[in-house]
């Protein structure tokens, strides 16, 4: 019986600092999925994130196009509203136009932001109501991973960058996530090395390419520049080998016939 493979975005905040750019990463609730694992904001898409009320808030930036970037044929932007919206769950960042009188009043925000971590209102509805302009097109593809076989819950997660400006903290929202930080990638390699921060291979392979960037505006133009087929899905494959299991990455030797 083939599992179902839920549709999922994850974000990495990017700001430039005195010692280089640094990426937004946070602690996972132990009881929750990937419990006590560092990770970026993000999730699952939901139903909302497909809506055309929610399409009409994203600037510069159409379904047709997005699909196209994600090589979909349809329901591309909800990667791009899933983003959004998670980051501002999760991390208490809102991408939206920074003339958007919202991002400026601290205390309406995180009000807002609290209704919607219980429920109480929906990211549609604070769009709206706010007349949101959300920046869709700051937002850029960099990843795809999908979820071995061998777990029972899997996922198709796009990976998106997107810039921040320095004065944006982010905050962890105390539930499912409870820490968090910025750190440049070298020093995220640095830790998780050590075993101080115990991360997946598709964060930790990711970490390893944006090290490789000077600054975030290298490795924003960078991925802005490739085409959709330039960004392949990467399904690991495991197998067990004397107690042990192995794992295979698409090019590695082997790959194809396990």
Not at 49 to 73: F, I, M, N, P, W
Not at 190 to 208: A, D, H, V, Y
């Amino acid at each position: 019986m083939n599992t179902l493979i839920i549709p999922a975005a994850t974000v990495i905040l990017m700001r430039e600092a005195d010692h280089g750019y640094e990426i937004f990463i946070a602690k996972r609730n132990s009881r929750s999925t990937f419990g006590s694992i560092y990770v970026f904001p993000g999730g699952k898409l939901d139903p909302e994130d497909y809506s055309e009320d929610l399409y009409s808030h994203c600037e510069g930036l159409d379904d047709k196009v997005a699909s196209e970037k994600l090589d979909l044929e349809k329901g591309g932007l909800a990667y791009w509203v899933a983003c959004i919206r998670e980051c501002f769950e999760e991390a208490g960042i809102l991408l939206t136009n920074t003339n958007d009188p919202l991002i400026n009043n601290s205390k309406k925000l995180n009000l807002y932001r609290d209704k919607l971590n219980a429920g109480e209102v929906t990211f549609k509805v604070i769009c709206s109501d706010e007349k949101l302009r959300l920046r869709a097109s700051s937002i850029v593809p960099c990843a795809h991973w999908i979820t071995p076989t061998i777990e029972p819950k899997r996922f198709d997660t796009r990976f998106f960058l997107a810039k921040v400006d320095s004065k944006q903290l982010g905050m962890h929202d105390g539930f499912e996530l409870t820490d968090s930080f910025w750190i440049t990638p070298s020093d995220a390699l640095k830790k998780s090395e050590k075993g101080e921060m115990n991360m997946l291979p598709p964060t930790i392979k990711t970490i390893e390419t944006l090290s490789e960037f000077q600054s975030s505006d290298d490795a924003f133009n960078y991925f802005e520049g490739l085409s959709s087929d330039s960004i392949p899905a990467i399904l690991p494959k495991f197998i067990k080998k004397d107690g042990a299991w192995i794992g295979y990455f698409p090019g590695d030797e082997g790959y194809e016939s396990v």
